[in-house]
């Protein structure tokens, strides 16, 4: 989730371009840099760690006059914040990153997935790098295919390219020409008088003037200080609409959605895309050598425990499907205010999984720690660097879903969903218990997840809040699935308690029999999870069974299940995946069901009541 901001212009723009990133803070970064074109030469400044850090080593390089960041006359540059992927946090990580001579510099946000071939490519010529990120090979791909012309050179660059990016570049030559392009992530215009900006969102800019341009997908973008060009991969122009942006200050930080939870929800296909694309670098291997344990361990492994609560629990119980079934190892899950006092039985040949995006959550440090104790390899999931279970952990698995502020946790959720399934198939890759094809197979369905993740946004939303509407004064919901479908329930039921505040239970499906079924009237919404399983056909009696008793049943079923829609009242499809992907999309539906519940009851789902963002008391 890394920030970018781009500026040319008559103005001096340093002290612009760093505004334009404390705008984007937000999103998370563990380091910053700026680089400005001044006299036909480009000079960096770049620190690790935030914005403060950043503006102390400008001051410094001022003092020591050196360096013509410094001097603040530039009217031409480009300023990043970095969330580490390739390469550690290191200030020669950080971004802007050159070619060989400094003539071009270039900003990334995203992942170049054929980094390692065209670094490979690039070196055998000769090319010299000066950091291990996938960024920089972008830089000289420009200063390979230039020959005077920048747009010419990215565009030959962009064809080169795998993954998804957007990136902006800049030339000593060109003292009035910045030229950017998208592959899925975002890049957008803003069109001021006699400057303009390329940024990775509006909150950059906005400042600085309210007229904006969307960049789509494959396009590129050329820009001087008097206007800016869109073309397309061949250098067809094409006609992108201006916006006059209305935000104020306010909504200006939630991205013009109005709450955070909602700007949280749609970022979701951008945070699962960011934890996993650069794991997933080959067509039939997963990477997580950030974990430091060999292959001959996760062999003789004799279990994985999984610790966490609330939502991130929800994630583990995800996971555990996912393990079990890919890795066939057994996996054992508790809340981690129970796991710690369960004075449990855990030895070296033990893989605990710490689940924690604030990384803060007390019980889940405490059986973290317990684990460790007891000799277990102890891995951090978590979504914040420094936190102190990355310093608890033996290893650390980052989710890369940026800061969520909203305390009712959805892009962290399906972002851990995404790691607990790479989890999954690296024990199995490991462990050897799954082909090859397979792997192959489930990679290629993983990698299509972020895009499915947007398309059931889309095509969900409309339909929920029609259900949100018919049912927001019932006195109680009840969620019901089976198997991988059950914890989508349990997370559903908890984000309907904890932002709209109507009581709701999630089951067991099977178990409804048991008891459970006495609650049912025809006033009764049943919320069942109904996406593809090898249980499918059961949840379905299960749902005749409600239906007998009168209740309305909305069923979330994956696209063409027409025996779902044949039984429920009410079908809300999710795009088709392998089954055990499929809650990453199944939980969507019901994060945005909560959602519209509560707005319509006018609830603040961004704080709700008695919750804060981090429990850090027992
Ligand atoms: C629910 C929610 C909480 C957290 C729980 C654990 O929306 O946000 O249930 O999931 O408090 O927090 P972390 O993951 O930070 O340990």
């Known amino acids: 989730m890394c920030g ?14 760093i505004a334009g990133l404390e705008k984007l803070e937000y999103r998370g970064y563990d380091s910053a840099g700026v680089s400005l074109l001044d006299n036909g030469r480009i000079e960096s400044v770049r620190a690790v760690g935030n914005l403060a850090n950043l503006r102390s080593a400008v001051e410094a390089a001022a003092g020591n006059g050196t360096v013509a960041v410094a001097e603040a006359e530039a009217t031409i540059g480009l300023a990043h914040t970095r969330w580490a992927t390739h390469g550690r946090v290191t200030e020669e990580n950080a971004h802007p990153h050159g070619d060989c001579s400094d003539s071009v510099h270039i900003v990334l946000n995203g992942i170049v997935e054929n980094h390692s071939e065209l670094r490979r490519e690039l070196a055998s010529e000769g090319h010299i790098f000066s950091s291990e990120t996938d960024a920089e090979i972008v830089a000289h791909l420009i200063e390979r295919n230039y020959e005077g012309d920048l747009t010419a050179a990215v565009r030959a660059a962009f064809a ?30 803003g069109l001021g008088e006699g400057e303009n900006f390329l940024a990775s969102a509006i909150p950059a800019f906005l400042n600085e003037t309210r007229r904006v341009m969307q960049v789509e997908n ?57 934890t996993i694309t650069d794991r997933l670098p080959n067509v039939d291997s997963v990477d997580l050598s950030e974990l430091d344990f060999t292959n001959e361990r996760a062999a003789k492994l004799r279990r994985v425990v999984i610790v966490a609560c609330g939502t991130s629990y929800h994630a583990g119980l995800v ?40 990384g803060e959550t007390a019980d889940t440090l405490a059986a973290m720690r317990l684990a460790r104790e007891r000799g277990a390899h102890v891995v951090a999931l978590t979504n914040v660097m420094g936190s102190q279970a990355t310093r608890d952990a033996n290893s650390v698995l980052f989710t890369r879903a940026g800061l969520e502020i909203g ?40 990698k299509s997840l972020p895009h ?105 079923a994956t696209d063409g299940s027409d025996e779902v829609a044949e039984t429920a009242d009410q ?16 939980v969507v539906p019901l994060q945005l069901l909560a959602y519209h519940t509560a ?15 981090t429990v850090t008391v027992e």
């Open 319 to 358: 996971g555990r499907y996912a393990i079990e079934h890919w890795a066939r190892i057994p996996v054992e899950m508790d809340v981690a205010s129970e796991f710690r006092y369960r004075d449990p039985v855990l030895g070296p040949d033990d893989l605990v999984i710490g689940i924690t995006q604030s």
């Open 4 to 17: 970018i901001v781009g500026y040319v212009g008559s103005r001096p723009c340093r002290d612009l371009l």
């Open 599 to 613: 707005r319509l009851l006018d609830l603040n789902v961004d704080q709700p009541r008695n919750l804060a963002k």
């Open 452 to 556: 499915l993740v947007e398309e059931t946004i889309e095509s969900t939303e409309a339909q929920v809040r029609a259900v949100a509407r018919s049912h927001f004064e019932g006195r109680f919901f009840l969620y019901l699935g089976r198997n991988i479908g059950l914890p989508v329930c349990l997370e559903g039921a908890l984000k309907m308690k904890e932002i709209s505040y109507i009581p709701s239970d999630a089951y067991a499906a099977g178990e409804m029999k048991h008891g459970p079924i006495a609650l049912l009237d025809e006033s009764t919404p049943v919320v069942c999870v109904a996406s593809d399983s090898p249980v499918l056909d059961k949840v379905l009696s299960n749902v005749a069974e409600v239906r007998a008793r009168g209740a309305d049943v909305i069923a979330i």
């Open 160 to 189: 080169e390219l795998r993954g998804h990016y957007s990136f902006v570049a800049m030339h000593a030559d060109h003292p009035e020409l910045l030229v950017g392009a998208r592959q899925e992530c975002p890049l957008i215009i």
């Open 571 to 586: 079908t809300i499809f999710v795009p088709r995946t392998d089954w055990v992907l499929q809650p990453i999309l199944a």
């Open 218 to 274: 494959g396009d590129i973008v050329v820009m001087t200080p008097d206007g800016a060009t869109v073309t397309d991969a061949a250098g067809g122009e094409l006609d992108r609409e201006v916006d006059e942006v209305t935000w104020d200050e306010e909504a200006a930080e939630k991205g013009g959605y109005s709450t955070f939870m909602m700007k949280e929800i749609h970022e979701q296909p951008d945070a699962v895309a960011e």
């Open 407 to 446: 305390v009712a946790a959805t892009k962290t959720f399906t972002s851990q969903i995404a790691a607990m399934y790479l989890l999954g198939l690296w024990l199995a890759e490991a462990r050897e218990t799954l082909e090859p094809k397979r792997i192959a197979e489930l990679i290629a369905e993983m």
